[in-house]
């Protein structure tokens, strides 16, 4: 039977900090997963019998690497530790055949230019985004022109080359969308406009798809 693992070695290996590990630990308990150890000891994941293996195929766990691995390309350094705890909770709970074909995955992603241009202001949206508040902004166009605005933003979208936030414009009275990197100097507000952001984002990806769709007909 192998050596239990100390804490600190885990949590070195995952990046996140002890306090995550022993939080993320405790989940994994809560979950069914039989965790030997504790804390200045050690840890040890045992197989149990009574809780049934992931089933995840060889193209699932190609899957699973890839997009893990997207999601830590792309210049977001929260979604980026994100990832790499939970590509750990996945190896953790997986036998161990499985388990290597999910560390050694054959399918890699490389992106040498990232996408991020200021992840404070990523953080912002994103927290903005789950509180359904609105932000103020001062927001530079293609022209160069900067106005002050207000907005209500629906998602953070990744596209191939930047960062935009889907939102309502309340200068424009519209949806638009905002390329983070040239957005200055936000602030959020406080004024809520929950519960509203489900359905506005649904709204504007339709009118989005029906744009689309209209072009592809022309």
């Not at 766990?61 to 790499?84: F, H, N, T, W």
């Not at 932000?135 to 900067?146: A, C, L, P, Q, R």
């Amino acid at each position: 039977m192998p050596p239990p693992i100390t804490a600190a070695r885990l949590a070195e290996a995952t990046e996140v900090s002890l306090r995550s590990l022993y939080r993320d630990i405790d989940s994994l308990r809560a979950a069914g997963a039989r965790i030997e150890g504790e804390r200045g000891y050690g840890y040890r994941l045992v197989e149990d019998n009574a809780l049934p293996p992931q089933t995840f195929d060889r193209v699932e766990i190609e899957a699973l690497a890839l997009g893990l691995a997207q999601v830590g390309s792309m210049g977001d350094p929260a979604l980026a530790k994100a990832a790499r705890s939970a590509l750990a909770k996945v190896v953790a709970t997986l036998p161990d055949g499985r388990e290597q074909q999910l560390v050694h995955a054959i399918s890699q992603i490389y992106r040498p230019e990232p996408r991020m241009h200021d992840s404070s202001i990523v953080d912002l949206m994103r927290e903005a985004c789950w509180r359904e508040e609105a932000v103020e902004i001062g927001y530079t166009d293609k022209g160069g022109e900067t106005t002050q605005r207000t907005i209500l933003p629906l998602c953070v979208m990744y596209t191939d080359s930047k960062l935009i936030v889907l939102a309502w414009c309340t200068l424009r009275d519209d949806y638009r969308m905002f390329d983070i990197a040239r957005i200055d100097g936000p602030g959020v507000t406080g004024r809520s406009f929950r519960p509203r952001r489900v359905a506005m984002l649904r709204d504007y990806l339709g009118q989005l798809r029906a744009r689309a769709e209209r072009r592809g007909l022309q």
